[in-house]
Nanobody, 127 residues
Framework: QVRLVESGGGSVQVGGSLRLSCAASGDTYNRRCMGWFRQAPGMEREGVASIYTPAGSTRYADSVKGRFTISQDSATNTVYLQMVSLKPEDTGMYYC????????????????????WGQGTQVTVSS
């Protein structure tokens, strides 16, 4: 089993920055692919970034490329999402997720493939 706990959300103005954290526990096999997803009210959940933890390789959705950075600290089993130049459309609940299959570790991977989820952390960007 895997347990994921997100933190770091908050309210910022346009152009601001936030760093989200996802503290993970449980067997590493089920955490080979870690992803950050977000969901705005009335919208579908979308993947924004992913990291294949054995190699540290990362992928991003086009909407956040160049502004968001996913990273990991293997010593603390924590995955981060650094967000800069935030826009109102970045507003939403942000979730950390994990799956064992590293074969398609991309933010475009179906969210249903991720078997482990955190409780989410709210990000609000206001103009």
């Amino acid at each position: 089993q895997v347990r994921l706990v997100e933190s770091g959300g908050g309210s910022v103005q346009v152009g601001g920055s936030l760093r989200l954290s996802c503290a993970a526990s449980g067997d590493t096999y089920n955490r080979r692919c870690m992803g950050w997803f977000r969901q705005a009210p009335g919208m579908e959940r979308e993947g924004v970034a992913s990291i294949y933890t054995p190699a540290g390789s990362t992928r991003y959705a086009d909407s956040v490329k160049g502004r968001f950075t996913i990273s990991q600290d293997s010593a603390t089993n924590t995955v981060y999402l650094q967000m800069v130049s935030l826009k109102p459309e970045d507003t939403g609940m942000y979730y950390c997720a994990a799956k064992p299959d590293g074969g398609y570790c991309r933010p475009s991977a179906p969210s249903v493939d991720f078997g482990f989820w955190g409780q989410g952390t709210q990000v609000t960007v206001s103009s």
